[in-house]
């Protein structure tokens, strides 16, 4: 059970952790501004820290009691859990999933292995490097299919092939990134999302951009994408919430998350990918499924919160 808080005093001084260094920094700096804002509201005792490099330095200065992680991405983004593991080495309670949740779910190629190896479905696979027969290996899948950098988030780096004339093109750009390369099966269907919420599944979202697909654009920029919550009912709705929190369990994550997922035409799920860090923007996707249920943003942020006394160790900095 969560640790319910009624007194803003009982977190102590919270260090709202944003920014850092990752692909992802300036969608992490407006979730982390949002943030920041709703727990000041509710009189928490709160303050903005900018990446890995500054957290150090308050942890040195032991300056506070908890850290409300919206770093997002790897490579000094907060989900990979080098974060994790510099937090607990301090004693410092943190929202999200621990070390082991955040390092897995960042890999999609390990996360995808979790998740074959218990039958979870999840799109057909291959691992790459840029110097492998990605022809070869494209036949292999069957196009059409997806291709990208293995721990990236937000649809950084991503692209869609129909035609094998575009590989190379999608590769390179995948490779712009650090760490493996991804090809997936592309399922052709609806795009759907399942926030988690101290570890209960939040109702669904189906996903409709204006453009062909969800990009970094139609995710960030573009007011045209609709998002239709709940995106399913009644048992297909159940079916696909059990889903998405037996794969967030899957592979160690908890407190709070968010699952990506594809539907086919006929109906079937696939997993696509976990998130322990989810955007807290105006477009973002958990605060939308949360309101759905009557937690409006400022309740969401206080409840995400309340998760870092799972990870409290009873030693403040």
Not at 206 to 221: F, M, N, Q
Not at 288 to 305: M, N, P, S, T, Y
Request: net charge negative; hydrophobic share 40%; with cysteine.
């Amino acid at each position: 059970m969560t640790r319910r808080i009624t007194d803003p005093k009982d977190f102590g001084r919270v260090a709202v952790l944003m920014g850092g260094t990752s692909s992802e920094r300036e969608v992490s700096l407006d979730s982390g501004r949002n943030v920041l804002e709703a727990l000041l509201r509710r009189g928490v005792d709160a303050y903005p820290v900018d990446g890995i490099a500054g957290m150090v330095q308050e942890l040195i200065a032991r300056r506070c009691d908890r850290v409300f992680n919206v770093l997002h991405g790897h490579a000094g983004g907060g989900e990979d859990g080098v974060l994790q593991g510099l937090l607990e080495a301090f004693g410092v309670p943190y929202t999200g999933s621990n070390v082991l949740g955040s390092a897995l779910s960042m890999d999609k190629i390990r996360t995808k292995q979790v998740w074959s190896s218990l039958g979870l479905p999840t799109p057909r696979y291959v691992r790459i490097s840029p110097t492998d027969d990605v022809v070869a290996a494209a036949r292999t899948l069957g196009l059409p299919l997806i291709v990208k950098p293995a721990c990236e988030g937000s649809s950084v780096g991503i692209s869609r092939v129909f035609d094998e004339a575009d590989l190379e093109h999608a590769v390179a750009l995948a490779a712009r990134y650090p760490g493996e390369l991804l090809m997936e099966q592309l399922i052709e269907g609806d795009e759907y999302t399942v926030g988690i919420l101290e570890d209960e599944a939040l109702p669904t979202i189906r996903i409709v951009p204006a453009g062909e697909y969800y990009d970094y654009h139609a995710k960030y920029v573009a007011e045209d994408t609709q998002y239709i919550c709940p995106g399913l009912t009644g048992a297909a709705e159940t079916e696909m919430r059990e889903l998405a929190l037996q794969a967030f369990r899957s592979v160690g994550c908890s407190g709070w998350g968010r699952v990506d997922l594809m539907r086919d035409r006929n109906n079937r799920n696939y997993l696509l990918e976990v998130n322990t860090a989810p955007g807290m923007t105006s477009h973002s996707l958990v605060p939308k499924a949360a309101r759905a249920i009557g937690i409006e943003f400022d309740e969401l942020v206080w409840r995400v919160l309340e998760t870092s006394f799972r990870n409290e160790r009873g030693v403040r900095c």
